[in-house]
C-alpha cells in the first residue's frame, strides 16, 4: 500500500480536466469525447478505462499521450499542463509498432538514445535489464517478424517501460493475441508491475481484463464518448482472470452499465 | 549445388532443342541459325575486341545515367511526399513524364545535344529518375502512422523523425523504385543505342542495329543473349543482396 499524503494535498499524478473532442465526419462534426475528467492519484496503481468501441477510449489515451489534441480542456501530469507527446508517458499500442529494421534490443534502445544524458553502456544496461524483465533477453538480436504476437508486445512492453517513464498508457495492447498468449501476459504484467510500480492507464473493452489489472475501472459509454462510472478493484494480487471473484465482479460491474445505459436511453429517447 | 544444377541442365536443354529445330531445316539458316553459328559469332567477337569495347561503352552510359537519375529522382520522390500540394504538382509532373516512353525523348536530345554521349545519358536519365522518384514518394506515404506516433511519445521530432524513422521505414519501397528505375534506364538505352549512332562509342545497341543491316542474323541472336545476360547479371548482382537483406529484417518479399 502506498501511504496516502493526506496533509499535504498534492497534485495528482494525472488530471484529465473537462476535455471533449471532435471529429470531423462527411456527415458533419462527431463529438467523440464530452467532457471528461479523470483523476489518477499516486496511488491508484493501474486505472481502467472501459468501454465499447466508439465510447472514445483510444482517443482519450491519445490526448494524454499528447499525440492528438483535445477542442477544449486540458491534460495535467504533476500538476503541469502537458505540451505534445513526451518521455515521461509512454505509450503501448495495440499493434506493437516495433520498428521492423531494428532487433529487438535496437527497438528498446530507440527511446533510450533520446534520453539526454545516458552514458552507451548505461542504455545497454538499461535495455538488457527491461529485455530480461520481459523474458527476451535470448530474442535481443531477434529481428521484429520473427517474433510471435505475444513476444512482440513483451519487446514492446520493455521499449515503452526503458526510459523510465512516470505514466504508461497500454492501448488494448492485448486484444490482438490469442487467450493463452494473453492469460500468461496478464500474469507477467501483474509481476513487473510489482517490481517497477507505474501509474499506469489502460484501456480495453473487455471488463474482465480490466479487472484482472486494474485497482480503478472508468466504465465509458458511446456517443458521445463520457465516463458514466467509476468502480475500486480491491480483491488480492496477483490476480487470475478465470477466478470466481473476477468474473463476479465482472457481471455487477456489466449489470450496472447495462441499467445505466438503459437509463439513459429512456431518459434521453423522448426529446 | 542441386540448384545450380537444375540451371546448367535447363539451358543445356534449350540451346539443345535450339539446334534440333534449326537441324531440321524448317525454316532459312540465314533467318534462324543454328547455336553453334552464334557461339563462333560472339567467340569471334570476344576476340577480336568488339564485345568487350561495346559492352563497356553501354555500361559506363548505363551507369552514368542511371545514378544520375537516381540522385535526381531520391530527393524529388522525397520533396514530392512531403505535401498533398507537392503531390499535386511535382508527382503530376513525374507521372505523366513516366508514362511518355522514353525514346520520344531521343529527338530533342539529339537536337539539344547533338551526337554526343550527353544525348544517351539524357535519354536514360529521363528513363530512371520519374520512375525512381514515384516509387519513393508513395514508399514514403506508406509509412504506417503508427510508427511516428511510437517514434513521437520516446522524444524522436523533426529531423530525427525523418532520418531514423521515415527513411528506414520506406526503404523496401524505395528499393523496389530503384530496381523499377534500373529497368527503365536499361530499356531507353537500349533503344537509344539502337535508334542513334553517335560516333564517340558504339554500344550493344550499335551492334544490334548493324547485325540487322548486314542481314547477320548470328550477330543479331548473339547481342540479344549478351543483353540478356547483363540484364541478369545486374540483379543478381546489384539488387539480390539488397532484397536478401530486406527479406530477412522486414520479413516482406519472396
Not at chain 2, 545519358?121 to 514518394?137: C, E, H, K, R, Y
Amino acid at each position: 500500500m502506498t501511504p496516502q499524503t493526506a496533509s499535504a494535498p498534492a497534485a495528482p499524478r494525472l488530471l484529465v480536466d473537462k476535455v471533449s473532442k471532435v471529429f470531423q465526419s462527411k456527415s458533419g462534426p462527431v463529438k467523440a469525447l464530452e467532457d471528461i475528467t479523470l483523476e489518477v492519484t499516486e496511488g491508484e496503481h493501474v486505472s481502467c478505462l472501459v468501454g465499447p468501441s466508439g465510447s472514445g477510449k483510444s482517443t482519450l489515451l491519445s490526448i494524454i499521450a499528447g499525440l492528438e489534441k483535445p477542442e477544449s480542456g486540458r491534460v495535467l501530469v504533476d500538476g503541469e499542463p502537458i505540451r505534445g507527446p513526451g518521455r515521461e508517458r509512454m505509450v503501448m499500442f495495440q499493434e506493437s509498432a516495433l520498428f521492423p529494421w531494428l532487433n529487438a534490443l535496437d527497438n528498446v534502445l530507440f527511446g533510450l538514445h533520446l534520453k539526454p544524458g545516458v552514458t552507451r553502456r548505461q542504455r545497454r544496461e538499461v535495455a538488457e535489464y527491461y529485455l530480461e524483465m520481459v523474458g527476451l533477453m535470448r530474442f535481443k538480436r531477434a529481428h521484429i517478424h520473427e517474433l510471435s504476437g505475444g513476444m512482440k508486445q513483451r519487446v514492446a512492453l520493455a521499449r515503452a517501460l526503458a526510459p523510465n517513464p512516470s505514466i504508461l498508457l497500454m492501448d488494448e495492447p492485448f486484444a490482438a493475441l490469442d487467450a493463452m498468449t494473453r492469460e500468461q501476459l496478464y500474469s507477467d504484467l501483474q509481476e513487473i508491475w510489482r517490481k517497477r510500480r507505474k501509474t499506469v492507464v489502460f484501456v480495453t473493452h473487455n471488463v474482465r481484463e480490466a479487472i484482472c489489472l486494474g485497482d480503478s475501472i472508468h466504465i465509458m459509454s458511446p456517443s458521445p464518448g463520457r465516463i458514466e462510472e467509476a468502480f475500486h478493484i480491491t480483491l488480492p494480487r496477483p490476480r487470475d482472470i478465470n477466478s470466481v471473484e473476477v468474473a463476479r465482479h465482472a457481471t455487477e460491474i456489466k449489470d450496472a452499465f447495462k441499467r445505466r445505459m438503459q437509463a439513459i436511453q429512456s431518459g434521453t429517447s423522448p426529446s | 549445388m542441386r540448384r545450380l544444377a537444375a540451371v546448367g541442365l535447363f539451358f543445356a536443354l534449350c540451346i539443345a532443342a535450339w539446334h534440333l529445330v534449326v537441324a531440321a531445316g524448317i525454316w532459312s539458316p540465314v533467318l534462324v541459325p543454328a547455336p553453334r553459328d552464334v557461339g563462333l559469332y560472339l567467340y569471334g567477337a570476344l576476340i577480336d575486341g568488339t564485345l568487350r569495347s561495346a559492352t563497356l561503352v553501354t555500361i559506363q552510359r548505363l551507369l552514368i545515367g542511371y545514378f544520375l537519375g537516381l540522385l535526381g529522382g531520391l530527393p524529388l520522390g522525397m520533396l514530392t511526399a512531403k505535401s498533398e500540394v507537392m503531390r499535386d504538382t511535382l508527382g503530376l509532373l513525374a507521372l505523366g513524364l513516366q508514362t511518355l516512353p522514353s525514346i520520344c525523348w531521343v529527338p530533342l536530345a539529339l537536337l539539344w545535344f547533338g551526337q554526343t554521349e550527353m544525348a544517351m545519358q539524357f535519354v536514360v536519365i529521363m528513363g530512371t529518375i520519374w520512375s525512381v522518384q514515384l516509387a519513393t514518394a508513395s514508399g514514403m506515404r506508406s509509412v504506417p502512422p503508427i510508427y511516428v506516433q511510437a517514434a513521437r511519445t520516446m522524444g524522436s521530432r523533426g529531423l530525427h523523425t525523418w532520418l531514423r524513422v521515415i527513411l528506414p521505414a520506406s526503404f523496401p519501397f524505395i528499393v523496389t523504385g530503384m530496381k523499377q528505375g534500373w529497368a527503365f534506364a536499361w530499356r531507353s538505352l537500349m533503344a537509344a543505342e539502337i535508334y542513334v549512332t553517335i560516333l564517340t562509342g558504339f554500344g550493344l545497341g550499335h551492334l544490334l542495329h548493324y547485325g540487322r543491316e548486314l542481314n547477320a542474323m548470328d550477330q543479331v541472336i548473339g547481342i540479344i543473349i549478351v543483353i540478356i545476360v547483363i540484364g541478369l547479371l545486374a540483379d543478381k548482382i546489384l539488387f539480390s543482396p539488397v532484397e536478401k537483406f530486406l527479406h530477412a529484417r522486414w520479413g516482406t518479399g519472396r
